[in-house]
């Protein structure tokens, strides 16, 4: 047997020849078969490749590898600026709302943590400062109502829809001078619903874990 021969791959019928550092016998081809599913000789079927079209303005999503036209795809920034992304937006969320709930509570303390921060008091102060400047009435109307939770006068209630003891000060008859004590206490969720700035779809999803408890 010659130097040639024994270079070679010893995967059944391949005739690649090996470098100087051979992985077990194998070329680099059949050792990550080896390494990654334990058989080098195991061939799965070609996927679609994402990003290749199957029509013109179309781009196969790498999640559900369904082909879509290029509009139903975010375009990217930076570099590729107006490329469309990997995947389609319905695939997007998904992938974007399990990120959120596998990485929950370190997004919520690093938010926290950068509240109690100075950087963070700064952005709060301006955002405060403009919010006065923009809504003066409405900010006006939530300081009053603020300080006379804190005095005492008007008294926190849970919230009228849900009994969550978690509420915001929802004012449904405007911010106007006269009615800045004519509010609802609604938590965070059904707040925003009387604000109309929540989709139909989570609306349905939130209230049908609310009525399974």
Request: net charge positive.
């Amino acid at each position: 047997m010659n130097d040639t021969e024994q270079r070679l791959c010893k995967a059944l019928g391949c005739e690649r020849t090996l470098g100087d550092h051979s992985a077990k016998g194998y070329c680099s081809m059949h050792y990550k078969r080896l390494t990654r599913h334990g058989d080098p000789h195991i061939v799965y079927p070609s996927r679609p490749r994402h990003g290749m079209p199957n029509k013109p303005g179309e781009r196969v999503c790498a999640r559900c590898e369904v082909s879509k036209p290029v509009a139903d795809y975010t375009p990217r920034r930076g570099k590729q600026e107006g490329q469309p992304l990997a995947y389609c937006r319905p695939c997007q969320n998904l992938i974007s709302k399990e990120t959120y709930v596998k990485h929950r509570e370190k997004k919520l303390a690093t938010k926290r943590e950068y509240k109690r921060s100075d950087a963070g008091r700064e952005v709060q102060r301006r955002a405060h400062l403009n919010a006065r400047a923009k809504y003066p009435e409405k900010e006006a109307a939530r300081v009053r109502l603020r300080s006379a939770v804190n005095r005492g006068d008007i008294q926190r209630q849970p919230c009228q829809e849900c009994g969550n003891p978690k509420v915001d000060a929802h004012h449904y008859l405007g911010y106007e001078g006269e009615h800045w004590k004519d509010v609802l206490w609604l938590c965070r969720f059904h707040h925003f619903k009387a604000h109309g700035r929540l989709t139909e779809s989570y609306i349905k999803q939130v209230e049908g874990a609310l009525n399974a408890r």
